[in-house]
């Protein structure tokens, strides 16, 4: 099994189960991505907006967006049609557009007032990642935002990381890309007035007792921040926001 087909693999089927259980209750996470995208939305001139997930999955996110957005329009794409097919079985989302669709390769003629990648930064690195920014920014409209999730670091420091573990058995990469990589990026492709917000938990996680089990879990500092990890590897996830000129 290559790399791409074990990550289809895992995203196909653990993923989706994961998701499962954020259907009816909001990720921490989510509840800063909404309000953010609430905010912005709240000073944007335009009044039909149209909001664009890249990698939507089984559409949960968008699914509580809706919940707080109920005036806008919402695309969802993701790589695999199995997941795209879970998406639009999903009576809660019929009126929201699905489409298989690569972000490497974005096919839309039209533009969109709102860009959402939450958790989708991270698979790409280098001239990939350039062509993921470069096509997103030719879909988001003039004022329009990108809003992503990921983790980034505030240091000059872009890391690669190679996982083998239960959720991954073959090598799954995952790239955590500095503040500096994605504001030299997003200033090329005609984004300003960008912002980090690096994401603090308000809650405790416990990663439980079954270390092959890789969970997601908290660790409190001396200051009482919560410090996100999984497994052994600290994720500095953090909201990030940018304005198309
Ligand atoms: C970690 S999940 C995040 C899902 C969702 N955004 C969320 O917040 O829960 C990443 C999603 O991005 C999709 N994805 C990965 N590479 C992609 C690509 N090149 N184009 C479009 N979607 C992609 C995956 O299939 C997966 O559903």
């Given at each position: 099994m290559s790399e791409g087909e074990s990550r289809r693999d895992y995203l196909t089927t653990k993923y989706l189960e994961y998701q499962k259980q954020y259907a009816g209750n909001l990720r921490e996470s989510d509840k800063v991505l909404i309000a953010l995208i609430k905010e912005t939305m709240s000073n944007?001139?335009?009044?039909?907006h149209r909001l664009l997930e890249v990698g939507?999955?089984?559409g949960n996110l968008i699914l509580h967006l809706k919940k707080a957005l109920p005036m806008v329009e919402f695309h969802g794409i993701d790589l695999f049609p199995e997941i795209i097919e879970v998406s639009k079985s999903n009576p809660d989302l019929s009126d929201v557009i699905f489409n298989v669709m690569d972000v490497r390769n974005l096919t839309y003629q039209d533009k969109f007032d709102f860009i959402v990648m939450n958790a989708v930064l991270s698979y790409f690195k280098g001239d990939e990642l350039n062509l993921v920014i470069s096509n997103v920014a030719r879909v988001t409209d003039s004022g329009g935002w990108l809003f992503a999730f990921s983790p980034l670091n505030p240091f000059e420091q872009e890391i690669h990381i190679i996982e083998i573990s239960t959720a991954h058995p073959r090598e799954a990469i995952f790239n955590f890309h500095s503040y500096l990589t994605m504001e030299k990026l997003l200033r090329n492709h005609g984004f300003a007035n960008l912002e980090f917000r690096p994401f603090s938990i308000p809650i405790d996680l416990d990663g439980g007792n079954?270390?092959?089990?890789l969970k997601t879990y908290t660790i409190r500092t001396a200051q009482g921040e919560r410090l996100n990890f999984r497994g052994s590897l600290f994720q500095p996830w953090c909201h990030l926001k940018a304005r198309k000129e």
């Open positions: 944007y001139p335009k009044k039909n939507c999955s089984s079954d270390f092959r089990d």
